[in-house]
């Protein structure tokens, strides 16, 4: 039974750029939540994607979107990429009512 | 004012030891509270569960007092292996699509031989 799966596994972009990050969730699960941990920092949640929707939303700028595909993996994309981007990428999947969130790897992205 | 705060780290201590954690957190809506494990350079894994009559798994014990809004963990007899950060984690949601955790800084754990 395959866990959650993230690529890539690191990263490194210079100011300016764009990124995008991909992420399979744990099998049978339907739920994607993305979540940011700086260094020294606990993960901060990003957004949550149900039925290829963003169900909610935390306090990050319009410059980080996703997607959510029928298959239920998904997509984080930082444009305008800052220095204060750098940082370690969670994806996380549950399902349905489940409140249990599994991670992933993470990718870890430094922006130069 | 964080949503979830945490003692602050490092906690060092000698193999064989009981260590405890304690964390707060700010909204009395939150629904369901979490202890993460998080080794170095690795993703946060789910140490256990937080329920309020107070829950055990081996020498883990995690305690709730929502009237405080306190959460706590105890390691005893400490290991070599259960060095790490554990992370204080609150969900605000209600399960699916409205399910959104709220991480704790985290404390970091050294156990020394």
């Known amino acids: 039974d395959a866990g959650v799966t993230q690529s890539p596994t690191h990263l490194i972009k210079t100011r300016g750029q764009q990124v995008t990050l991909r992420c399979s969730p744990k099998s049978g699960h339907d739920t994607v939540s993305w979540y940011q941990q700086a260094l020294g920092q606990g993960p901060q949640f990003i957004f949550q994607?149900?039925?290829?929707?963003?169900?909610q939303r935390g306090n990050f700028p319009d410059r980080f979107s996703g997607h959510q595909f029928p298959n239920y993996s998904s997509e984080l994309n930082v444009n305008a990429l800052l220095l204060g981007d750098s940082a370690l990428y969670l994806c996380a999947s549950s399902l349905g009512a489940e409140k249990t969130q599994y991670f992933g790897p993470g990718t870890r992205l430094l922006v130069l | 004012r964080k949503e979830v705060e945490q003692d602050p780290g490092p906690f060092n201590v000698p193999e064989g030891a009981t260590v405890a954690f304690n964390c707060t957190y700010s909204n009395s809506a939150s629904q369901s509270f979490f202890w993460y494990r998080q080794d170095c350079r690795k993703e946060p894994k789910l140490l256990m569960s937080?329920?309020?009559s107070g829950n055990e798994d081996g020498r883990f014990t995690a305690q709730l007092n929502r009237a405080s809004q306190y959460i706590s963990l105890l390691i005893r007899d400490s290991k070599l292996s259960d060095s790490a950060t554990y992370l204080c984690?609150?969900?605000?949601?209600?399960?699916?699509?409205?399910?959104?955790?709220?991480f704790g800084t985290g404390t970091l754990l050294a156990v020394q031989p």
């Open positions: 984690v609150v969900n605000k949601g209600y399960g699916g699509a409205t399910n959104k955790l709220i």
């Open positions: 994607y149900y039925e290829e929707e963003e169900r």
């Open positions: 937080v329920y309020s």
